[in-house]
């Protein structure tokens, strides 16, 4: 079992920056491939990044190609997302979720293990 508690979240204007931080415990973290989705109301959930358990690769939705980082910290089970230049239709709760996984076809993976989400509101 692994657990996944985010932060971060919060409430930005238009154009501003927030970092998100995923903490995880329960298993040897850096056999897990990590990634970031979010739900906006009304709208189905979808993956926003990836990375793979080494850090090597990564996935990005292309919405935020370019505004925003996934970024992994093995030493300290913690996985990041860091997200410049928002948008208001960035405003979503936003979920970490991990799947035990050495590979690198990250794009389409379907996670075992969610967090509870954080809420991220931007503002015009």
């Known amino acids: 079992q692994v657990q996944l508690v985010e932060s971060g979240g919060g409430l930005v204007q238009a154009g501003g920056s927030l970092r998100l931080s995923c903490a995880a415990s329960?298993?040897?973290?850096?056999?897990?491939?990590m990634g970031w989705s979010r739900q906006a109301p009304g709208k189905e959930r979808e993956s926003v990044a990836a990375?793979?358990?080494?850090?090597?690769?990564?996935y990005y939705q292309d919405s935020v190609k370019g505004r925003f980082t996934i970024s992994r910290d093995n030493a300290n089970n913690t996985v990041y997302l860091q997200m410049n230049s928002l948008k208001p239709e960035d405003t979503a709760v936003y979920y970490c979720?991990?799947?035990?996984?050495?590979?690198?076809?990250?794009?389409?993976?379907?996670?075992?293990?969610w967090g509870q989400g954080t809420q991220v509101t931007v503002s015009s």
């Open positions: 979720a991990a799947r035990y996984y050495l590979g690198r076809a990250i794009r389409d993976i379907e996670y075992d293990y």
């Open positions: 329960g298993r040897t973290f850096s056999n897990y491939a």
């Open positions: 990375i793979s358990f080494n850090g090597v690769y990564t």
